[in-house]
């Protein structure tokens, strides 16, 4: 009998040391979130009408939820929260711990509030801005986008900080709907996925995904959404909130989201595929229906046809991608010649392409001090998509 337990906890401990080994060989899976409670400190965010109920508060107990419901379900990621206490931290430096971790995802938490008290519900939101008028919910969400955006005036030395943008401006988000994350096809699947996953919970109204310029986004270099759930200002949503228990189910609702994001991604980069697509009915992009597009062949762009013939593996530097195919002449290029890569619902656009790795690799640094988000990229000739390198 005991050398059939020592047998077994021998077992044990080498199926351990396997486990471990193998997630030390194989770092290309989601193993780093970082979690965002919103506001803190001096900063107490959205306040409810009786002055007793702060956005701050609500965002950091629910983040602490879904922090410890992930690393108790998913081990083998590490979770970072931008704070753990009731402290104020600058919105460049929420975004340059992601980045600076190198993080595989960036969920920013918030509760929402509005001067008509019936408005209710959940959403959430992506950088960038749709490519369709009749589902385009960027003017709706002005007033919201600027008062997220606004604790900026909070910092010291903001205008410096953030190189003279200014919330109250319009003017100041033309570059970031032209610059949108990178890794919008991303974004967009893991909103998608959470979406679906709160319908039902304590926030009963769905107010969709939208693309919207949140500077917190803006500086993350990884997907990163940011999630609004529900309205402080809403007599219902706040009854919910403000039970500990409802939280926790918000939480949890959350998780599984993450869950099942995790379980895709790894999935796609295990296998060396493109990145997940959001279903163009959900991300407000101009993808033909999937059966149309098998039917009758993808019309090439001006600078597809003038790329390398298809099976030369090239590489270079992707700087954005969006729903919109944009002009070669674009000012967003800044004078680059481009490469556009259509993959799903998106266009990557690289620059620096060149069929020689170490010659794309020497240009890399150059444009990445005018691109900050930038990325080295393999392109595959195979199913015309670009895979981090």
Not at 14 to 24: E, N, R
Not at 31 to 51: E, F, L, N
Not at 191 to 205: C, S, T, W, Y
Not at 221 to 239: H, K, R, W, Y
């Amino acid at each position: 009998m005991y050398n059939y337990f020592l047998k077994h906890t021998i077992c044990a401990i080498l199926a351990l040391t396997l486990g471990i080994s193998l997630i030390a060989q194989n770092p290309l899976g989601l193993r780093t979130v970082v979690i965002d409670p919103g506001h803190g400190g001096h900063d107490p965010g959205a306040v409810s009408k009786d002055q007793k109920t702060y956005e701050k508060t609500l965002t950091l107990d629910i983040s602490k939820r879904l922090a410890a419901r992930i690393q108790e379900g998913c081990p083998d990621v590490k979770v970072i929260l931008t704070r753990t206490n009731d402290t104020f931290i600058e919105l460049i430096n929420r975004a340059a711990k992601a980045n600076n971790a190198d993080a595989n995802l960036f969920i920013s938490i918030h509760i929402n509030s509005a001067d008509n008290t019936s408005a209710n519900g959940y959403s959430v939101h992506v950088l960038g801005k749709s490519e369709k008028k009749d589902r385009d919910l960027f003017a709706l969400n002005m007033e919201m986008v600027k008062r997220e955006n606004s604790v900026i005036l909070l910092e010291d030395d903001y205008s410096t900080t953030y190189q003279g943008f200014d919330p109250g401006n319009p003017e100041s988000y033309i570059f970031m709907q032209l610059m949108q994350n990178a890794n919008l096809g991303q974004s967009l699947r893991f909103a998608d996925i959470i979406a679906e996953k709160m319908k039902g919970g304590p926030i009963r109204n769905n107010r969709g995904i939208s693309q919207d310029p949140f500077l917190v986004l803006w500086r993350t270099s990884m997907p990163a959404v940011l999630c609004e759930l529900g309205f402080i200002s809403n007599s219902t949503d706040l009854t919910q909130l403000r039970n500990a228990d409802q939280r926790d189910e918000i939480a949890r609702r959350l998780f599984l989201a993450f869950q099942e994001y995790k379980q895709e991604y790894d999935h796609s980069v295990s296998r060396g595929l493109p990145d997940p697509d959001p279903a163009p009915e959900q991300a407000g992009d101009s993808a033909q229906p999937a059966q149309a597009s098998q039917d009758s062949p993808k019309p090439q762009t001006q600078q597809e046809q003038q790329a390398p013939p298809a099976a030369a593996v090239r590489y270079g530097t992707q700087i954005f991608a969006g729903a919109k195919l944009l002009k070669e002449n674009d000012p967003a290029f800044l004078g680059y010649k481009v490469s556009v890569v259509h993959a799903g619902s998106l266009y990557r656009y690289v620059i620096g392409v060149s069929t020689s790795e170490q010659e794309a690799r020497a240009l890399f640094p150059k444009i990445k001090e005018k691109y900050k988000d930038a990325f080295f990229v393999e392109i595959d000739p195979a199913n015309s998509s670009t895979r981090r390198r």
